[in-house]
């Protein structure tokens, strides 16, 4: 019934590379409180060196190292104590042989000192302390650079910053930096029988669904959802809101309505719009298969099918490559958990099948088990805690076969 | 040399328990799109049924299904066709036997019809159609309430709102939602080493890291940092902003400096502000040994190492444990992924250990790797991409041993 011709997964992955992979977000500068979940738009190099000072990392006496050498309980080496480090000051003091310094964890060691003897191993008198234990050059002292070096590649453009890293530009002093600006979505949902959510229900009208998921999955992947829309399937109509969610926004997401002849009318309003029009209609998936990827004024437009759960997964393996490539994230692989499949699990012949399952827990590791439904439900993807991908040649997953989740 | 009594880490989230799973957070009401990643501070129910009129799944011609039984390639049912339905239209018409109407993927069955029979399996004749497979009731249709049922539970209070919640509320009509006022957070970190990071460098003092790491944490928590700062350790000056900071916030986050007698400082700090005071001070985890609970005016006061990746350890084991029961967030469990250990890894004994780890894939699964620095490092936090967590009665994890990453 359907005539048009699909094209693989990866080959609409490589389809969208070429077309978009130059597409350039601008970039801004913003405090380091606020760039969680941003994503770096230039590398990020130490300034400084951590420590910048040598610090002890116990509490004890600095020593020039070569002095205590063959110092044990029995034979302990006795060395002048000439004074203590204090946290946080500058220490001028200058060690030569045969002379220690009281320092804390994390103080600065004096000149000519090249070890710490833990204060475990020495026993203090007034003006000397027996060391009873020695200590290798370099023992219990963090060097200069040794944490972070300066000049140092720290963060590559298109890290996504979490917690630690703002641990580690705060410890070279680094307070603000350059990241992308949130990619600018606008979203459109189609469809003769839907209505807002916040308009009355009547009889043969459905609320719509998928603007909601849509931006809650952008919002999530760091974008700015700047409007979102329902419209009737009029050609005009339709064609005059998407010409003005293209000129305002850096990706449009089209999720197609399903009364007749829509699947139909979408290509033509994109390619009414401008050239190349639509680069893909038609791809080797399921759920998915009608999806539409086009490329007009240099800017992605993605047609998902109008099925809620559908669409959530036409997004999550096309919608999610294209906008982390924009974002030019460099972490692409999405960190999978492995379980044990419970039943068998049916594939779809010739195509990718991406199976939505749920989790549980047992002493064994995980039970992975697929999650069923009519199609067009909204409560199969409300139960599913993630998908498996069953790969176009295989005929599907028997049961007891290991699986990856990906997680939702 | 510390004189503490150690708690055993499952006795301190008890404490916790006790102390603080009666802490109320207040309650607000914000539109959906605004909720993702927010905590539901009330069940919700569904207003209406999903779908709330009987809809087509497919293509086809709306029947009674009694009159295609029997119906074949060779003997097709003959029936009258009364009309078509449209999509987002009230279908008033009314079925009776022998006659059907075209219906839509998703469009309104009319009265009376109790199946649908895909366009696939009719041949059309100008007020007929030919039925060549019969089909059973309630085939090929989408009953009332099928998806969601009126008064049905949908989400419970303390689940966290992701991308398919929107989608869910949207299509019974909620677009406002009740959730629990973001956690407001004050950070302290302690020390006379410490300078802010946008203040100049100069031998002996280092950059503070732990309140920007914290802060990073807590907003991933989806807390409200509110107020951080560094302040030197005096105890009146530690007491003051102590106490500021526990009269504006849910929770007040400390990070301990390491200068000497501070260790000591910090409780009587706290004891000096009210009482209970501290409740746990030393815990049988490595790292963290140090960390304090302690309760003031019912808030939560938790004392973290100030090394700052024993801190960020420290607060993923406790402070997330709390801060997800002051949300009363429901699923407390968080994801493990399961992997093969490629060295052998040490365990204090006596002590539940924290070991952070780098994840590596192979075509047999993941590779876990240990992250080995010198103590104090921020780069082994920035390096490591999850923990493992070695139980108090265990020795360590052999080389090839299986084992469960937590990731950050």
Do not use: W
């Amino acid at each position: 019934m359907e005539m048009f011709k699909v094209t693989k997964v990866c080959e609409v992955k490589e389809i969208m590379d070429q077309n978009f992979s130059s597409y350039d977000l601008p970039s801004e500068t913003i405090d380091i409180l606020n760039a969680q979940g941003r994503i770096l738009s230039k590398d990020i190099y130490a300034l400084e060196n951590v420590p910048h000072f040598r610090r002890s990392t116990v509490d004890g006496y600095a020593v020039v190292s070569a002095d205590t050498f063959g110092a044990s309980e029995t034979l302990p080496a006795f060395i002048n104590l000439i004074g203590d480090a204090h946290m946080g000051e500058h220490n001028q003091s200058h060690l030569c042989s045969d002379k220690c310094m009281y320092v804390p964890t994390g103080g600065m060691l004096p000149e000519g000192a090249d070890a710490v003897v833990m204060i475990e191993y020495v026993e203090k008198f007034q003006d000397e302390i027996a060391i009873h234990k020695s200590v290798a050059p370099k023992e219990n002292v963090m060097d200069i650079g040794d944490d972070i070096k300066q000049d140092q590649l720290l963060f590559t453009r298109g890290t996504k910053i979490k917690a630690h890293h703002l641990g580690v530009l705060a410890s070279v002093g680094i307070t603000d930096v350059d990241v992308f600006v949130k990619p600018k979505i606008c979203i459109l949902s189609t469809g003769d029988e839907l209505i807002d959510p916040k308009e009355d229900l009547k009889p043969g009208v459905i609320r719509d669904i998928n603007t909601y998921t849509l931006s809650g999955l952008c919002t999530e992947l760091g974008c700015d959802v700047i409007e979102k829309k329902v419209v009737k399937d009029d050609f005009n109509n339709l064609k005059d809101t998407l010409k003005s969610f293209i000129d305002k926004s850096d990706l449009v997401l089209l999720s197609g309505g399903s009364s007749v002849g829509t699947k139909d009318m979408t290509p033509d309003v994109i390619n009414a719009l401008g050239s190349p029009g639509v680069l893909i209609h038609g791809i080797a998936m399921k759920p998915g298969k009608p999806t539409i990827i086009a490329k007009i004024n240099n800017k992605a437009v993605l047609g998902l099918p109008g099925q809620p759960a559908s669409c959530i997964m036409a997004f999550r393996v096309l919608g999610e490559y294209l906008i982390k490539n924009l974002l030019h994230l460099n972490t692409h692989e999405e960190l999978f958990l492995e379980g044990v499949c419970s039943t068998n699990i049916h594939a779809s012949p010739g195509r990718e099948t991406y199976q939505m399952v749920t989790i549980e827990e047992s002493s064994d590791g995980y039970i992975i088990n697929p999650v069923h439904g009519k199609s067009g439900m909204i409560t199969l993807i409300s139960r599913a805690q993630g998908y498996i991908k069953i790969p176009m040649n295989k005929e599907g997953i028997s049961v007891g076969e290991k699986v990856k989740v990906y997680l939702f």
